[in-house]
């Protein structure tokens, strides 16, 4: 909610700034200079400061508004974090049967027995590839003698 009222507050700030675009001269009594622009900024936010002054009760109510809104947000961020901890404790693995290095000897059999699953020894070899050749240097390219 406060993100949407400072979206807000900043849009329009920012359409204010923005050129016109039209040849219309605004008329003498709407033009506002920036002494009377920083001026008038300065009692609002004076008359936002007093607010509590003229309505005690309203500050009160607002008070317990905004202490309640903040145990729901806390509550709510405490769920969603207990349930992001719960589905990464899910996909995790558990310790005792994390995986275990094992070497693989030179015939291809990993460790002592047979390999698990449907891979045979060959497919655990890594597969060979050749070097990769290098681009001929810009000399010879041109035939030209290296210098």
Known sequence: MFFLLRMGFWLTVVCVLLPSGGAKTPALDAQI??????SLASAAV????????????????????????????EAGARTIYEFINA????????TDTAAKVVPVSATGAIGHGTPKGNLTPAD????????????????????????
């Open 87 to 94: 589905k990464l404790n899910e996909k995790s693995p558990p």
């Open 46 to 73: 004076s008359d936002a400061r007093g607010f509590c002054d003229r309505q005690p009760d309203a500050c009160v109510v607002g008070g317990k508004v905004a202490t309640a809104i903040g145990h729901k947000a």
């Open 124 to 147: 655990l070899q890594p597969a060979w590839h050749a070097p990769v050749p290098l681009p001929p240097r810009r000399e010879a390219r041109a035939n030209r003698p290296a210098a």
């Open 33 to 38: 200079d920036a002494t009377q622009a920083v």
